[in-house]
């Protein structure tokens, strides 16, 4: 089974890379919600998808914060962003990846508590 970019993994120093940013700078990203990320094992995570052609994802703060301010966690909100979407056809990550912000967004806000 082919992996999907959502389900590839990069530390902050990979990212930082990336970016070509220092790793403190992307800890702010994260702490900034431009990023979103997870620790394991006391490092930090960063999903693949959500670094976009040597950026973090477009729309993606954006996102997180109609998310968090709706009901979900920092940790939901990136399980949500991650997961395959049947009204998108792919994950939220991947749909904002795409261009399609709004359709995204519309859906996030309907599931807002």
């Known amino acids: 089974m082919e992996k999907s970019p959502a389900d590839e993994w990069l530390t ?13 700078r992307v800890r702010r990203l994260i702490e900034d919600r431009t ?6 094992d ?12 040597g950026e973090p994802l477009n729309h ?3 996102t997180a914060t109609l998310l968090i301010d709706g009901g979900f ?5 990136l399980e949500w962003l991650l997961e395959d979407n049947d009204l998108l056809g792919v994950s939220p990550a991947i749909a904002l990846s795409q261009g ?10 309907a599931l807002a508590l």
């Open 12 to 24: 902050l120093p990979q990212v930082s890379e990336q970016l070509d940013i220092s790793p403190s």
């Open 35 to 40: 990023l979103l990320a997870r620790r394991h």
């Open 42 to 53: 006391g490092q930090w995570l960063i999903p693949a998808v959500l670094v976009h052609e």
């Open 60 to 62: 993606l703060a954006g």
């Open 73 to 77: 966690s920092e940790d939901g909100a």
């Open 100 to 109: 399609r912000k709004t359709e995204v967004r519309r859906i996030a806000q």
